[in-house]
């Protein structure tokens, strides 16, 4: 622009001579528009006639300025366009600068500053001079004003870090850009916070939760949680693990993270959580979310991490608007501390469901009734506690268990209808029977949650369930999937849908790497476990299914098998913090004698500690440790070895089950 004024005050002179003679060459022969009033066949022919008129020097002049002027508006825009790329490319040597993203605190120093500038300053200006006061300003000084203006106003435009400046009171509670985006706050999308913060440190990451909570791990819910003295864990959420450590059910402290209004101005980024707003429509052309609120995010890269919804029975929906006041759909925070009051006052609860969370829970509520008058019920449609997971043997062996702890076990039953009368719960078996209750817990699994697959236009698989993805849990472009809701390809044993801890933690965690490039394949084989109270407790890897042919290999158990003793060990109850993705580089048989060899267990007898292994075509697929603790890295590297075993006694040798 200085180059632009440089120019206009070397051409103006020789406008302002040209203008002069015109008009001179006007007063002696009219104006131009009065020469055109002539006829123009007569104009033709006076010019064909004549040739060139001798007063067409105004003309030749006119022509002159018309040429001149179209030359300098050449030169001016080539010399803009010029100063236009020195500019980006000042920017672009500008932004690399630590002294370009400024933290709040120096602005609002520099703006106390600016404050306290003196009057007689500001009376000086051009516009309030005081009479009797001349102020001069060069143009050369007004004109380098005018591009500083500029610059600042572009880089504003450009620079990210120059969005600092908005006041803190002018900022929007939710941010209209999220550079990564993570919908849902469960475990899957703390792990990807995290793994983009390592990989990439100046992240702004924003998690959109619809629950009211931070980021916590579920699995004490049904665990930890209901085994302290402390009447105050429901509102503290801290609990002690099984080795007496005390530790909270979040993940992080709320100083972990930056709040959702600070997050697109905080100098090296930063975690922030969206709590009680729930995405409700997914544009995924324009990289955009609405959220129920009607609020608008867009973002460059996004994780859903929906998890899932409770399952409800039927029976237990159609029985009207008072029979949900009285059930309870076990998966939150909320439904934690709902059940955990319910258990103080009523005298009778019912779980439906025979699995990880129905049998947990059972123990959980049982221990309880100890000191209580609580009458806990378990009923199921298998013939024992895991029924769907353990073979027969062992199932009947934990279901002796859990009656052993206080429950009431009612194995092959199936609720018929249920309704409310009389200030009680009836329920209507399918034998017959009738059992009065004052509340009812379903734990009958989880239905993943993939609302958004309608407006996202996303595949959902029609067998399993959850957002189909590829091998690096990609969904489209710029979309990945983890937890719940990912129906990824094992690649040693097809589709799946895992919904467990361990699984949510390592698939979140590679969600992460690969939204920030790292572009790998996910071959985890994720390990989940179940405690049914401190003496009793198992790991398990690959697909676990008591309908597959089993091969059991068991040993006496000691007092250091239990997993007590194994968080007293590690110093953590959340095992998979541990084991996580180590796989065996190598196993190798430990010699042992005679006295000590494997053998298939024997009915009625007690499981202290053994090794399960789950077949097909005689090559192992699932794993089951009972009492056998820390030893998945050699699970998982058998399965993923995928070799036929005909003695499967020497491979239960590689887990040691028989040390003391």
């Known amino acids: 622009m200085l180059q632009c004024r440089a120019v206009w005050q070397k051409l103006a002179p020789l406008s302002r001579a040209s203008s002069t003679l015109v008009r001179s060459s006007a007063k002696r022969r009219g104006t131009l528009l009065q020469r055109w009033k002539f006829p123009l066949d007569q104009q033709m022919s006076r010019q064909m006639a004549s040739g060139v008129e001798s007063g067409g020097s105004g003309a030749i002049y006119l022509v002159l300025i018309g040429l001149t002027s179209l030359g300098a508006g050449a030169y001016v825009y080539n010399?803009?366009?010029?100063?236009?790329?020195?500019?980006?490319?000042?920017?672009?040597?500008?932004?690399?600068?630590?002294?370009?993203?400024?933290?709040?605190?120096?602005?609002?120093?520099?703006?106390?500053?600016?404050?306290?500038?003196?009057?007689?300053?500001e009376s000086a200006s051009p516009t309030e001079a005081p009479k009797g006061v001349t102020t001069e300003v060069p143009e050369q000084a007004s004109v380098e004003v005018t591009v500083e203006k500029s610059e600042t106003e572009e880089v504003s435009e450009t620079d990210e870090s120059a969005s600092a400046v908005v006041p803190v009171s002018a900022r929007p509670d939710i941010p209209s850009h999220a550079p990564y985006l993570l919908i849902g706050g469960g475990t899957a999308?703390?792990?990807?916070?995290?793994?983009?913060?390592?990989?990439?440190?100046?992240?702004?990451?924003?998690?959109?939760?619809?629950?009211?909570?931070?980021?916590?791990?579920?699995?004490?819910?049904?665990?930890?949680?209901?085994?302290?003295?402390?009447?105050?864990?429901?509102?503290t959420l801290r609990f002690k693990q099984w080795n007496g450590k005390e530790r909270s059910i979040y993940f992080q402290p709320p100083s972990f993270y930056v709040s959702p209004q600070d997050l697109p101005f905080v100098e090296n980024g930063g975690v922030a959580v969206l709590t009680s707003k729930k995405v409700v429509h997914m544009d995924v052309?324009?990289?955009?979310?609405?959220?129920d609120s009607g609020s608008e995010i867009t973002y460059?890269?996004?994780?859903?991490?929906?998890?899932?919804?409770?399952?409800?029975?039927?029976?237990?929906?159609?029985?009207?608007?008072?029979?949900?006041?009285r059930t309870t759909l076990f998966r939150k925070i909320e439904d934690f501390?709902?059940?955990?009051?319910?258990?103080?006052?009523?005298?009778?609860?019912?779980?439906?469901?025979?699995?990880?969370l129905g049998s947990e829970l059972a123990c959980a509520l049982g221990r309880r009734a100890r000191d209580t008058e609580l009458e806990v019920i378990q009923i199921f449609p298998e013939k024992g506690n895991m029924g769907k997971i353990l073979p027969e043997y062992l199932s009947n062996w934990t279901t002796e268990k859990v009656r052993k702890e206080g429950v009431n076990v009612m194995p092959n039953t199936v609720v018929k209808s249920a309704k409310y009368q009389d200030k009680k719960v009836i329920l209507k078996l399918k034998d017959g029977q009738t059992i009065k209750t004052d509340h009812v817990v379903a734990a009958v699994g989880l239905e993943p949650s993939v609302e958004l697959a309608k407006s996202a236009r996303m595949e959902v698989d029609s067998d399993l369930g959850g957002f189909r993805v590829n091998a690096e849990l990609q969904a489209r472009s710029n979309i990945w999937v983890a937890g719940d809701a990912a129906c990824f390809y094992d690649l040693k044993l097809g589709r799946r849908r895992v919904e467990h801890h361990d699984h949510a933690v390592v698939s979140g965690r590679l969600a992460g790497e690969n939204m920030?490039?790292?572009?790998?394949?996910?071959?985890?084989?994720?390990?989940?476990?179940?405690?049914?109270?401190?003496?009793?407790?198992?790991?398990?890897?690959?697909?676990?299914?008591?309908?597959?042919?089993?091969?059991?290999?068991?040993?006496?158990?000691?007092?250091?098998?239990?997993p007590?003793?194994?968080?007293?060990?590690?110093?953590?109850?959340?095992?998979?913090?541990?084991?996580?993705?180590?796989?065996?580089?190598?196993?190798?048989?430990?010699?042992?004698?005679?006295?000590?060899?494997?053998?298939?267990?024997?009915?009625?007898?007690?499981?202290?500690?053994?090794?399960?292994f789950y077949l097909r075509e005689k090559v192992v697929v699932g794993i089951l440790l009972w009492n056998i603790f820390n030893r998945m890295p050699i699970a998982r590297k058998v399965i993923k070895d995928g070799e036929e075993h005909d003695d499967l006694n020497e491979i239960a040798k590689l887990f040691n089950i028989h040390e003391d």
């Open 79 to 121: 010399t803009i366009k010029e100063d236009k790329i020195r500019y980006k490319d000042r920017v672009a040597r500008m932004l690399p600068r630590p002294n370009t993203e400024r933290k709040p605190e120096e602005l609002s120093t520099k703006s106390e500053k600016e404050e306290e500038i003196p009057a007689e300053r």
């Open 189 to 235: 999308s703390f792990a990807a916070a995290r793994s983009i913060r390592a990989r990439d440190p100046g992240a702004r990451v924003l998690i959109v939760s619809e629950e009211p909570d931070l980021p916590y791990m579920r699995p004490p819910l049904s665990k930890e949680l209901w085994f302290s003295d402390d009447s105050s864990v429901p509102e």
């Open 285 to 291: 052309r324009g990289n955009k979310i609405r959220l």
């Open 300 to 325: 460059d890269k996004c994780l859903i991490a929906t998890g899932g919804i409770p399952r409800n029975l039927p029976a237990l929906e159609r029985a009207g608007e008072e029979m949900q006041k």
């Open 337 to 356: 501390k709902s059940l955990e009051k319910i258990s103080r006052d009523v005298k009778s609860i019912v779980i439906i469901g025979g699995g990880f």
């Open 516 to 562: 920030t490039g790292a572009a790998k394949p996910y071959w985890h084989q994720s390990m989940f476990w179940s405690d049914l109270g401190p003496d009793v407790g198992y790991e398990a890897i690959g697909i676990v299914d008591s309908s597959l042919p089993t091969v059991g290999v068991f040993a006496k158990g000691t007092a250091k098998d239990t």
């Open 564 to 612: 007590k003793a194994v968080t007293q060990e590690s110093g953590t109850g959340i095992r998979s913090e541990s084991e996580t993705e180590e796989v065996a580089t190598s196993v190798s048989v430990p010699a042992v004698g005679a006295a000590a060899l494997a053998r298939p267990p024997q009915e009625g007898e007690d499981y202290g500690k053994g090794v399960i």
